[in-house]
């Protein structure tokens, strides 16, 4: 759904133009192309995360497809609408009941903060902190680091590094033996089908 203009990636304006079918209809037909054990991230924004006709839309793609494995990353975007924690609680706790797993996306960055994810991590399956997001030679962006890195090491879940497009950013993420990393440095996108 991201498309590069002018050498960068970028998002639809507004997402919530894709009706759930709409959504569930893309994310289907990529499926079809995919082996059959892939496991596919699903980026959605909180506002998205709490819609149960997305839920549900996504919930009867899981069903469809029920070797491979969605996993919903929650993202960092604040769309400027209230959205309580029992919500989100509400809506994790229904996509695991619907064989969905929860990643949380961006972690440190826009409204991805530990106080508003904290009631989230013990359904989470995995925590990604972005590089992108912050300059990490700033020690209150590596603190952030290091801290996601700890709050995931003790609940048992799955860090991953984002955004390591440099061979400066591996050595980092070999420094802190981080062994689970996405970026450019690795792949782009890609058009598959």
Known sequence: MRKRIT???QVPVDFNRLTPEAFANVVSEALVHLSPTTKVMINLDHDQFIQPA???ALAHVQ???????LIIELT???NGQLILESELVTAARYLI?????????????GINQFTRLKALLPLAIEVKFALQNGDINDPIY???????????????????LEGIETARDVALAD???????????YA???QFY
């Open 7 to 9: 050498n960068q990636w």
């Open 54 to 56: 997305m839920l549900q």
């Open 63 to 69: 069903q469809q497809f029920a070797q491979q494995q």
């Open 76 to 78: 960092e975007r604040d």
């Open 97 to 109: 009941a619907q064989g969905l797993q929860l990643s949380l996306d961006d972690v440190g960055s």
């Open 142 to 160: 590596y603190e952030q680091l290091l801290f996601w890195r700890q709050l995931a090491q003790s609940g048992n879940k799955a860090f991953v």
């Open 175 to 185: 420094q802190l033996a981080i062994t689970l990393r996405q970026g450019y440095y």
């Open 188 to 190: 782009c996108p890609q």
